[in-house]
Structure formats: structure tokens, C-alpha cells
């Protein structure tokens, strides 16, 4: 089946070649009065931004680049453009990045490669592209050659990441005396003694009792580089235009000890773009990129996880070499035979529960390189068919991507040394060693983790455009594309196959009727049920050309458009083969006739469903857009209600407890659809340009709201307040927290607390939502909005002003409506896990009327660390995303050299977070630590 899925997939692609054509390659303009640069690429073709019919919002990122340097091509996008909030388009996952119309990572193209970004959120902006873009699509341009004079840029920056917060964990002393108090609020003697507790904390000796800090000084920079240099190479003339970009980045790490100081990341790219008038019908271009990305890390577990968890008073990590006494000699012979001795005065530690640690290993365990390969490759063709017949063209790319990677590291093992100390004279020495492991350095080198992944896209259409009688203007496009796209260890590839067709129609530019369908195929279906046809309508009306509005002083343009569409789309069926019924063999024999005979059994692991069909987005959408005061005031603002219907569940509740067994594990239950989900929102984008004397003033506000409702679910609960139906998709659910108990008595007198554990004064007391007496999972309630998608309102407010050779530019982004649980590591302390800050704030009987965290526990605790509103926290928050101060060089410097332009800029990027909750979003726990990135830069036209 599989096999004749794919030859059909050739046969089509082959038929009908090609694709979507980048800039300068593509077909006849909607208004031949605009450069082709001011051209807003949709779906197969590029328009007009006055034709544009809503559901798409564009930046033009070579113009925000010369006032804005950025290092990444999706940078705080959800400060310029409305519906993008930085996780998702209109609320919904899965969105499709294109580069130059192919499956692309967004990660491997730097903004200083790219043109323009278009977001297509809407669904009237997507159909075209099939199956895989039902959830929207970010179409990223790269940037081509002009009809002009040879041309060098070349620019370069380096700047530097500073951490903006580090956790705050406690030291050992004030750890060893809460773990006791821990220990006692169970019941349990005290572990560390009093003199044990001053020792640690007296810092006389902090290799006999170590005081392990993994954010210090000793460990980690402040600081460290990012430093990038490009060179942009263009020219051309009418038969023949080229852009060629040339960029190498490389990035430091925090560390400053061992192997981990030499951690970097670096990357070379090299981008060729050319663009052929072969006659006055025929057209080509041909796309070639190819970016080398290394990496370089010390081997051992990721530090940042490890100081997440690891206890100060553990280990000392290095012990000084003149700690031996003179007369140790058997651990002077110890020491002798190891060849890591640490700049020749200290030796590795470790006791009998830490044979290594993260130290050890980032100073001995060797090292590991991260190499990745990719090659991009586009070609295409664009015919002039007007010879046939008028306004007829054709267009047709062929793109294949290789990427691979692969790991090569020096793995090595090493000792380390428990010391035995004593005190002589009021001098503390180590009397002896004992050692755990061996040195081992075999000098091979070792590969692994190889990928190697595989884009083929193909795509070809015809165009139709043509005006009748002056004043109707009609397009037409047939598409047939696909793409196919092969992982390294999975078996099936990821295909999207599709045919689509687009009509447009509007009268004087005034009224706009387009309509865009797109038939798709899908293997994950069963046979039957593997084709569908989307359509999209679109209706649009230019109020700006009716009389009443045609002399208006105020109105330079306004439009109106509205479309309705259904989508079908296979994202969200995760596997092939899941309308199928399956069936195993148990592991081992379960049951016999006689204890001396037993059998295998054969097990139902999955039901059959052949109708199972497509997931669908239907969606209707309102898009307005205005120009004020000779556009002075441009923008756009769009509504949206689609609803996903369809999904796919396992539906335990519509079946009988029977068709479900758990030993034997087996299910007679199918795949099917049936949940639904809605989304309700708006963006909008406005921008306000004025000249106030000898500055230029240019603000820019964007933002984006929705709320998402499961408005189908297959849910039986006795107590209907737990219902999913009705209430958000991204919801927090969860107990509602009365505060702690503050006695015994109040314990025995509240519900029983069933999560396990023993309850104690100091725990979390719950609401009995059901009023059984119990607190368990059925007094989970709903308790906010989690923002899984991206926060429910999203804002940016971007401010530019030009005065004599300056250019100062301000990015701020903000995000509200969201919520999120403090159930990390960090807050979430138990057992004989590290202790934060927060537990400073732990109930005792002292503190019980300003306690802000539960009694302390050497136990699990787990009745306290259940996902409640005691630890819900809003993450709304204003962030202060960039800053710029741009320098052009007058002109007149330059007149008789070889430089043409010369600009110098400095900048800084996520300078401030304003929020109730700052510290707890500025912090990382397990993970690298935040930071600002202050950067100078210079840019030289040659």
C-alpha cells in the first residue's frame, strides 16, 4: 500500500514539476504599479498589499533589520504583526514554517538571508497549501538580486549574554539545619549534629566540609560572547541577477573551568541566490544554500540539571594538594598514578554515593562535538504562455534538502578520592585516601547519534490573470504540489500531497470575490477515506471607491472582507494504521488448564474504525482595513470563530467498561472522532507615521486575543463541575487550597486527605468540592487558563525616530490572561532533595500566621504537591524586548573612497521584565540561566 502511495506521489509531482517561486521568479504582479519588493508572498503567488484579503499580516525584514539586529529570523515577531503571539498563529499548534516555499527550519536562516516574513493565519490564506498548513503557516523569503550595480555589505557585531538571575539555593549549614527540622517534623532524630551545622557554615575548611555553590564565581562567567560576521554580495541586469550571502556566528558558553570552558557553538553559512531572464517568455532561478553548524561540550549529565538537585554538602569538588600531610604517604602514592591533577594543585573529590560528579567529569570525562550538516537546494522555472493565451503562465520548482549530523567524542573515565582527615597541632590534614574508579584515556574517538533526514518538494501551476472591458480583473491558479520528508529511524515518511485551485474575481478594484480549494490525500486513513476537497470563499469590499467615501480627506483606503472555509487536515492523527484493528501475542504464559500446561493469549490492543476521517478547521473570519491622513495611520484588524472538529479520541466513556481488560492489558476500543474544539479571537495591527520638525516618528501597536472553549467531549463524571466540555482547552485544573492545617485537632476534624502520606499541622488543607468527606482527584476543579498556545492577549508596541544621521528604535512586548503551577524542583521540595529559598517561608509553629510554605518533610509530600491555586501564579508580564541606537555616517565622509555607506549601532535585547512575578520568569531552574544581550555592531556598503 505504501509503495503505491509513493509512486503515485512521483507520478503527480513529475507530471506537474514544480512549486512556489521566490521573489523575482514570480509571475505577473496584481498591480504592475508596485516594485516587485513591495510584494506580499501568500500562498503560490504575491499580491498587492492592497489586494490582500485578510487572515495575512507581513514584515519586511531587510527594512527592520537596518534599525533592528536581531539573531534569530521569529524574534519577538508578536511586537510588529497581529494573530502571531510568539507560540502560535491564532491559537493553534502545529504551524508550518516555509523557507522559499519549502519545509524549512526556522532555526538554520538568520535574519540578514531574509526578505520578508508573511504569517497566513487565516484558513482563506492557507488552503492552497494543503494538509499539513491547516493550522497556519509563517512563510519565510529569502533575499534576492536586483537589477543594480555590484554591491558588498558586510557586517559584523559582537556583544555579550549577561545572566540576568541565577536560583537561589541554600548553603549547607542552613540546609543541614532545616533537613533536621524536617526530620523532626516527621518524628525522626536528628541526622546532622550541632557542631556539624557550624562547621559546614564556618567556612574555616570547605574541603572537609564543602559548601558546594554551582552558581558561583568559581564555576561559571557573569558573561560570555556571541560574535558574528556577514558578507551580502548582489548585483545584476535585466538577463541575469545574483545575491550571495556569506555568514559566520560563534557562540561562547558560561563555564570557566575544565573541558566546559572550551564549550562553543558556531556556524558558517553560505547562500547563493541567482535569478536568469533566459528570453522575453522564459524565466529561471536556482537556490543553493549550505550551513555548517558545530558544537563543542564536556561530557557528563547537563550541569544546569544537576545544580538543580545536587546538595551543597555532598561533595568538595577539588581538594588542594597541600591538605596532605607529609607523612601520608600511601595517598601521596595514590595521587602520584593520576594524570588529573587540577593546575597542578588539586585533586578530583568524590565519597562512596558520588564516585563522579558533574565537576569530575566536566574537568576529565572528555569531550563531545556536535556536527551538522545541511544542504538546501531549489530550482524552478517560470514560462510566459501569453502566446497561447493571455495572461497564461507557468511555473514549476524542484527542491531537495539533505541534513545530517553526527557525534564524535573522547570518553574517558578518571578517579576520585574520599580524604581522611585529622587535626594536628589545630591544623586540619589529610591523613589518607581511598580511591573509587580508575584513569582511563583510551584516545578513541567515538561516534554516534548519526541522522540523516531528506526534504524532496516538488510543485507546478498554471496562472491565469487578465482584465476584461477595464474593470473586471480576473485570476485563476491550478496547483499540484507535494513534499515528502524522511527522518533518520522512522519508518514512514511525512508526505503532503495536493491539488488546488484559486479563482479571483473583483470589479474596479472594489469588489473581491476569491476562492481557494485544495484536494488532499492522506495515508493515515484507511482507503476509502483518504481523499477530501477544502474550500475557502472570500468576499471583499473597497469602501474607499464609493462615493461616499471617494473624496474623503480623512480615508485613503478601506477594506472589508469576509470568508468562510473548511479545512481537512491529518495533523492530529499521530500514527498510520490507526482505523485498523490490532492484535498481539502476550509476552508469557498467564493461564492453563492444568498447572503443569499454560498458554499464550491473543490480545486486542486496539479496535478497528474504517471510517475514521479527517480532522477539520472550519472558520469564519472578518478582516478591516484602513489607511487615515495620507497614511498617516495605516491598519488592520481581523476576527476569527473556527472550530476544530473532529479530533481524535479513544472513547472510553462511549463503550462498555467490558471492552477494556487490564490483565490481560487488552481493548476492543477504536480510534474515532469526536472531540471538538473552538477558538474566538481578534488581532490587529496600527501604525502611525509622522515628521515632527527634523524627526521622523513611526509607532507601531500589535496585538492578539482569543479564548478557546472544548465545546465536544466524551466525559461521564458523577460531579459535573469536573466536565472538560465548556470550559477552556489550555485549562488548569486542580484543588482549591484552604490555607495550612494549624493544628492536630483541625486535622482530625477535616475530610481525610487521600493522596498518601501522613497529614500533618502544616500541610495544605483542600476544598470537598463533593462533599464526600474525601479529598482525592474528584475535587479537582477548573482554575485558569494555562496559555499552553501562547498567552490569551498578546501586545507589542515597537517606536521608531530618525534625527539627523540617528535612528533610535524601542521594542516592548507584553503578555496577559495566562497562569502557570510552581511545580518544579524548585518549589516542589521533598525527601532529601535541595532546598530552595522558598522553604525559608515553611510553616512552624512559630511562623504559622505568615507561613508561605508547608511544614518541612523528609517524606514524599506528597499531599502538598498537588497542582493547586496555592501554587498557581499569573504570568502576565510587560517586557522591555530591545533597544537600538543606529549611526549612518554622512555620505559626504566616504566621497572619495571605495566605501559607499557606513552605519554603526548599539543594542540591547531583553533588557526588563516588569511583573508581580519577575523573579520567578526571569529564573531557570535546570536549565542555563536567562540572559541580556548587549551588542555593538558595525555595517559597511562597499
Known amino acids: ?288 544554500n549550505v550551513s555548517f553548524y558545530d558544537s563543542r561540550g564536556a561530557n557528563g549529565d547537563s550541569y544546569w540539571t544537576v545544580a538543580s538537585t545536587f546538595r551543597p554538602n555532598r561533595v568538595s569538588p577539588l581538594i588542594p594538594l597541600s591538605y596532605l600531610d607529609e607523612h601520608a604517604l600511601a595517598a601521596r602514592d595514590l595521587l602520584n598514578n593520576t594524570s588529573n591533577i587540577i593546575d597542578g594543585k588539586y585533586f578530583l573529590g568524590g565519597t562512596q554515593s558520588d564516585l563522579t560528579n558533574v565537576f569530575g567529569n566536566y574537568y576529565a570525562a572528555g569531550y563531545n562535538k556536535f556536527t551538522s550538516r545541511q544542504f538546501q537546494f531549489d530550482a524552478g522555472v517560470n514560462i510566459d504562455l501569453a502566446k497561447v493565451l493571455k495572461g497564461l503562465s507557468f511555473q514549476t520548482q524542484f527542491s531537495i534538502d539533505y541534513a545530517t549530523s553526527y557525534n564524535t567524542s573522547y570518553n574517558n573515565e578518571y578517579s576520585t578520592y574520599a580524604p581522611t582527615w585529622s587535626n594536628y597541632g589545630g591544623k586540619e590534614v589529610i591523613v589518607g585516601l581511598t580511591k573509587y574508579n580508575n584513569d582511563k584515556k583510551s584516545g578513541v574517538q567515538n561516534i554516534s547519534g548519526s541522522t540523516d533526514n531528506q526534504t524532496i518538494a516538488f510543485s507546478g501551476q498554471f496562472n491565469y490573470q487578465n482584465t476584461f472591458a477595464t474593470d473586471h480583473n480576473v485570476s485563476a491558479m491550478l496547483i499540484a504540489s507535494g513534499y515528502q520528508q524522511t527522518y533518520s529511524g522512522k519508518y514512514h515518511r511525512t508526505s503532503n500531497v495536493n491539488m488546488g485551485l484559486q479563482l479571483g474575481y473583483n470589479y474596479r478594484n472594489t469588489y473581491y470575490a476569491d476562492f481557494g480549494g485544495a484536494a488532499i490525500h492522506s495515508a493515515k486513513l484507511a482507503p476509502g477515506h483518504r481523499q477530501a476537497f477544502s474550500p475557502s470563499l472570500t468576499l471583499g469590499w473597497r469602501m474607499s471607491k464609493e462615493n461616499f467615501l471617494a473624496n474623503s480627506s480623512v480615508v485613503d483606503d478601506l477594506m472589508l472582507s469576509v470568508s468562510g472555509s473548511v479545512l481537512h487536515t491529518d495533523l492530529g492523527i499521530d500514527n498510520y494504521y490507526m482505523y485498523e484493528g490490532i492484535y498481539n501475542q502476550s509476552n508469557g504464559a498467564w493461564w492453563g488448564w492444568r498447572e503443569s500446561v499454560s498458554l499464550h493469549s491473543t490480545n486486542s490492543t486496539q479496535g478497528a474504525n474504517k471510517d475514521l476521517s479527517f480532522i477539520k478547521r472550519k472558520e469564519l473570519a472578518v478582516n478591516l482595513k484602513a489607511s487615515l491622513w495620507n497614511k498617516m495611520i495605516t491598519a488592520d484588524a481581523s476576527f476569527f470563530v473556527n472550530s476544530l472538529e473532529g479530533q481524535l479520541i479513544t472513547p472510553s466513556s462511549l463503550y462498555p467498561s467490558y471492552f477494556f481488560t487490564y490483565y490481560p492489558e487488552a481493548s476492543f476500543m477504536p480510534n474515532m472522532n469526536f472531540n471538538n474544539d473552538r477558538r474566538i479571537g481578534f488581532d490587529f495591527k496600527v501604525d502611525y507615521n509622522k515628521r515632527f520638525g527634523k524627526v521622523d516618528f513611526t509607532a507601531g501597536v500589535a496585538g492578539t486575543y482569543y479564548t478557546t472553549k472544548a465545546t465536544k467531549r466524551s466525559e461521564i463524571n458523577e460531579n459535573q463541575y469536573q466536565n472538560r466540555q465548556g470550559r477552556p482547552v489550555d485549562g488548569l485544573w486542580g484543588l482549591q487550597c484552604l490555607g495550612f492545617f494549624q493544628d492536630d485537632e483541625e486535622v482530625a476534624a477535616s475530610p481525610e486527605q487521600r493522596f498518601g502520606g501522613t497529614v500533618k499541622k502544616g500541610d495544605l488543607k483542600y476544598v470537598d468540592q463533593n462533599g464526600d468527606n474525601m479529598i482525592d482527584d474528584k475535587d479537582m476543579v477548573y482554575l485558569g487558563k494555562g496559555g499552553w498556545y501562547g498567552d490569551p492577549l498578546t501586545l507589542g508596541l515597537n517606536l521608531t525616530a530618525k534625527w539627523n544621521k540617528f535612528t533610535f528604535f524601542v521594542l516592548g512586548t507584553g503578555s496577559f490572561g495566562g497562569n502557570a503551577m510552581k511545580n518544579d524542583s524548585y518549589h516542589w521540595v521533598s525527601g532529601e532533595k535541595k532546598y530552595s529559598d522558598v522553604v525559608r517561608g515553611r510553616w512552624t509553629e512559630y511562623t504559622k500566621e505568615t507561613a508561605t510554605y508547608p511544614r518541612l518533610t523528609t517524606g514524599s509530600g506528597i499531599n502538598n504537591f498537588q497542582s493547586s491555586d496555592f501554587w498557581m501564579y499569573k504570568t502576565d508580564a510587560i517586557r522591555l524586548a530591545k533597544v537600538q541606537v543606529t549611526y549612518d555616517f554622512p555620505a559626504q565622509m566616504f566621497r572619495k573612497t571605495f566605501i559607499h555607506g557606513l552605519s554603526a549601532y548599539v543594542s540591547g535585547a531583553n533588557l526588563l521584565t516588569i511583573s508581580k512575578e519577575r523573579k520567578l520568569l526571569e529564573m531557570n531552574v535546570g536549565s542555563a540561566p536567562q540572559t541580556r544581550f548587549y551588542n555593538l555592531g558595525f555595517k559597511a556598503t562597499f
Open 1 to 288: 500500500m505504501m509503495k503505491h502511495i509513493h509512486i503515485k506521489f512521483i507520478f503527480c509531482a513529475l507530471l506537474t514539476a514544480p512549486a512556489v517561486l521566490p521573489a523575482g521568479a514570480q509571475g505577473l504582479a496584481e498591480n504592475d504599479s508596485l516594485n516587485a519588493n513591495e510584494l506580499v508572498h501568500v500562498a503560490y503567488r504575491k499580491v498587492a498589499p492592497g489586494n490582500l484579503l485578510g487572515g495575512v499580516s507581513v514584515i519586511n525584514v531587510e527594512e527592520l533589520t537596518q534599525k533592528n539586529y536581531n539573531t534569530y529570523s521569529l524574534d519577538n515577531m508578536q511586537g510588529y504583526v497581529g494573530g502571531w503571539n510568539g507560540n502560535s498563529l491564532w491559537g493553534m499548534s502545529d504551524r508550518l514554517i516555509l523557507v522559499d516555499g519549502v519545509p524549512r527550519d526556522a532555526n538554520n536562516i538568520l535574519p540578514t538571508e531574509i526578505d520578508q516574513i508573511t504569517f497566513l493565519k487565516g484558513a482563506s490564506a492557507v488552503v492552497l497549501y494543503g494538509s499539513r498548513a491547516a493550522k497556519g503557516v509563517i512563510s519565510i523569503t529569502t533575499k534576492r538580486g536586483k537589477q543594480a550595480p555590484f554591491t558588498v555589505e558586510v557586517r559584523a557585531n559582537t556583544g555579550f549574554n549577561v545572566v540576568k538571575s541565577y536560583p537561589e539555593y541554600l548553603g549547607s549549614a542552613e540546609y543541614m539545619a532545616l533537613y533536621n527540622e524536617a526530620r523532626e517534623n516527621d518524628g525522626l532524630e536528628a541526622l546532622y549534629s550541632k557542631a556539624d551545622i557550624y562547621n559546614y557554615g564556618s567556612g574555616e575548611n570547605p574541603y572537609r566540609y564543602p559548601n558546594v555553590n554551582f552558581y558561583s564565581s568559581d564555576y561559571v562567567k557573569k558573561a560570555y560572547n556571541r560574535s558574528d560576521v556577514t558578507a551580502e554580495i548582489s548585483g545584476g541586469n535585466r538577463r541575469a541577477r545574483f545575491y550571495t550571502n556569506i555568514g559566520f556566528n560563534n557562540t561562547g558558553d558560561m563555564f570557566k573551568f575544565g573541558e566546559a570552558k572550551n564549550n562553543h557553538a558556531s556556524r558558517l553559512n553560505v547562500r547563493g541566490n541567482v535569478d536568469l531572464t533566459l528570453n522575453e517568455s522564459i524565466s529561471a532561478y536556482v537556490n543553493a
